[in-house]
């Protein structure tokens, strides 16, 4: 019988079962409504269902086992520097060298294998040393006609050969350290910055896609679903940002380039701005900027690298364009900095809300190291985020500690207080500055828990939390992603064993990681998702 009901009333076929259940041991939610299940069921890029007995689950196509397994919501590293990363992970790491002779050894070495025009190496720490760094001269003996950039831990200085101190564009910069014997191949702020710049430009384009193939694989291999790409014109340049913003990848790239330039962001149309904008150096390298003389050479304050002026209208722009800013803020004296600029910024804000204005914006502060207690109610006021590295107090901190060396005891006692900022209600968000400290989540919080001062840990639980929803939410993503119910985006993560309860987390081995419904490390029969 021909239908006599109207085209738009007919029943259309529905599709059949759809999805891929996931099942495991546990299914850590870090929802409020739900927090352990056993269960989720994924449908292209979105959660659909989270329970405790799968076999209540809706319809769905394909089922897939995890025993042995916990499931939890992908990592978020809230600051990275990928390109440097891949690069140390398959080139020079210097960062168990202790000795001159250690370091010409691993030079050599690794000059004889490798055939670029630059020897790149990242993680020098003089700090370590027994002895004193090689010269310049005794550098390019062992590289020929080829330059040496060996980069300090922490980015903010580096250690150069004969070479790139003629070749590099150094006449006129500051930072330049010369001894009885003239330049000592150390560099400091600008003068590192330029040589830095210099040494990337000698590099390939070959060079560079494969380091950067390297971090996002070595990434999803961790957990870590997300990432923030903190770019600069003196890490790695435009160019190499351009494509982390632009580039297809395994994991999600939140990109933030570290100039005043609002304009950049705007043009890539990203929602957020700065990262590596520094206000200040790093504490190894005498370069951060404090209110007291540092403890080991009473005379150095560190430097501020903007006015306040610049700074303030800086935020002002921030507020008129609707952009997210982050801010490189060690020392007490740059968070005092930042303090101050925002409240000069709500001044000319005043018909538009004015402080008000700035919290919506939720302002990123990277580092925050050295924290004055009087500051913490100060950044409360502001609704500032703080992106943090558990990392560094696991490296440098602890009563005999670089923090010690550089600080004193009384205010290293104070470096890094996860405890009361977590306490005020300001935000959160654990990341490993790689490759500063290796990307590793579960020893970031394993540090985080695990403190020389007990006064300033956070719980497991809280750890795990500010390496996964702290990330979302300092990115501004909270809404859409994070947690595991129904409804939200499908970022996770399988790890054998049950990490989240482990006495010590680490070493638990990551099976399966999915970003966007897509699986980015393991094996699940997960069908291909809309795209990003």
């Known amino acids: 019988m021909t239908s006599t009901l109207p085209a738009s009333s007919r029943r259309v076929p529905m599709p059949g079962p759809r999805g891929t259940l996931l099942v495991a041991d546990r299914v850590l939610t870090l929802g409020h409504a739900r927090t352990h299940a056993s269960a989720l069921l994924v449908r292209g890029s979105r959660v659909v269902w989270v329970g405790d007995d799968p076999e209540l689950a809706p319809p769905h196509q394909q089922r897939h086992e995890l025993p042995g397994c916990v499931i939890g919501p992908a990592f978020v590293d809230a600051h990275v520097h990928l390109t440097p990363t891949g690069l140390g992970l398959a080139g020079l790491d210097l960062s168990e060298v202790t000795s001159s002779a250690e370091l010409r050894q691993a030079v050599a070495t690794y000059a004889g294998q490798h055939t670029g025009r630059v020897i790149w190496g990242h993680g020098l720490d003089p700090y370590l040393f027994v002895d004193a760094l090689p010269t310049p001269d005794e550098l390019s003996e062992l590289v020929g006609d080829r330059a040496v950039y060996l980069s300090r831990i922490d980015g903010h200085a580096s250690l150069v050969d004969r ?12 930072g330049v350290e010369v001894g009885e014997d003239g330049p000592t191949g150390i560099l400091k702020r600008e003068a590192n910055h330029i040589v830095r710049r210099w040494s990337v430009g000698a590099m390939t384009e070959p060079e560079l896609a494969a380091a950067r193939r390297t971090a996002v694989e070595h990434a999803a291999s961790l957990g870590v679903g997300s990432v923030h790409e903190m770019g600069s014109p003196d890490i790695m340049g435009l160019d190499d940002f351009d494509h982390w913003v632009a580039g297809e990848w395994p994991i999600e790239v939140v990109p933030y380039w570290g100039g005043l330039d609002v304009g950049v962001a705007i043009e890539r149309e990203l929602r957020q701005v700065g990262g590596d904008l520094l206000l200040d150096g790093s504490l190894g390298s ?12 009473p005379d150095e304050y560190g430097h501020l690298e903007l ?22 803020a060690i020392g007490d004296a740059a968070l005092e900095q930042v303090v101050r600029c925002q409240h000069l910024a709500a001044e000319h804000l005043a018909a538009s809300g004015g402080i008000e204005t700035l919290r919506r914006g939720r302002h990123r502060i990277e580092h925050a190291e050295v924290m004055d207690p009087s500051l913490l109610d100060d950044l409360a006021e502001l609704d500032a985020v703080i992106s943090a590295q558990p990392g560094f107090e696991a490296r440098w901190g602890g009563p005999d500690g670089m923090y010690a060396s550089r600080l004193g005891q009384e205010r290293a006692a104070w470096t890094n207080p996860f405890r009361g900022i977590a306490d005020r209600g300001i935000g959160l968000a654990f990341g490993s500055d790689s490759n500063v400290t290796p990307m590793d989540p579960w020893g970031t919080i394993h540090a985080a828990e695990h403190r020389w001062r007990a006064a300033h840990e956070v719980s497991r639980l809280e750890a795990v939390s500010m390496s996964t929803l702290g990330g979302r939410s300092a990115a501004r993503q909270d809404r859409f992603v994070g947690v595991l119910r129904a409804g939200m985006r499908a970022d996770l993560v399988a790890f054998e064993g049950d990490p989240y309860a482990a006495d010590d987390p680490r070493g638990h081995r990551c099976v399966l990681t999915v970003v966007h419904g897509r699986v980015a490390h393991g094996e699940a029969p997960l069908p291909d998702a809309p795209g990003r």
């Open 286 to 297: 005498h370069t951060a900027a404090l209110t007291e003389p540092y403890h080991d050479r």
């Open 307 to 328: 006015d306040d002026r610049t700074l303030a209208d800086w935020y002002v722009e921030l507020a008129r364009t609707g952009m997210q800013g982050a801010v490189h």
């Open 163 to 174: 070479l790139t101190l003629t070749a590099a564009p150094l006449a006129r910069a500051d």
